[in-house]
């Protein structure tokens, strides 16, 4: 276990919080998160992904969601920012109402990933909508967290970037 922000060192106005490597079941992806996230019962999955189809991996940790799938788009890890931009720019044509960022490519772990930032005012919320490549295939990862929590979350997330691999360790840089 890692820790992310120990409570009263400088610069930091929050509790402890404490990462842990989780492997993301079917995703053949590895990553350090903030310790307390799980598998979303059921009944929530229903209320919060009602339709068909939805991410197949399904965490929360309080009030911060996290969903991941394994697509069937074949993705090699030098392809990781153009893939991003394509999801980019699918989002503003879908979404044309919401604040989205830049697109931003982290390189820091095992796998470079594609990232950019959307804000939805009208419900409250921020998501960071994330691509990566595993198993030769493209991952998509989100993380949806409450607006006014945005600040100490962007930056959990964006540490996190530089923890994710594959699965089995190796190194699938581009």
Known sequence: MDRFC??????CSQEDILLETRDMEGLGLQLDLPAG???????????LYPWEGRPPLLWENGAVQLTGQL????LDPG??????????????????????????LDGRGGLPVGWFQMAM???????????????????????TYPAEAALQWRSIIRHSFGTWREQ??????G
């Open 121 to 143: 005012a009208q419900r409250g919320e921020e998501h960071i909508k994330a691509v990566c490549a595993a198993r030769g295939r493209m991952v998509l990862v989100t993380f």
């Open 71 to 74: 697509t069937e788009q074949k």
């Open 79 to 104: 392809e990781t920012w153009q893939a991003a931009w394509a999801l980019w720019e699918l989002t503003e044509e879908l979404f044309p109402e919401q604040a989205v960022s830049p697109v931003y």
């Open 6 to 11: 120990k409570e009263g060192s400088e610069g």
């Open 168 to 173: 089995d360790g190796a190194d699938q840089r």
């Open 37 to 47: 996230f799980c598998p979303m019962d059921e009944e929530r999955q229903e209320k």
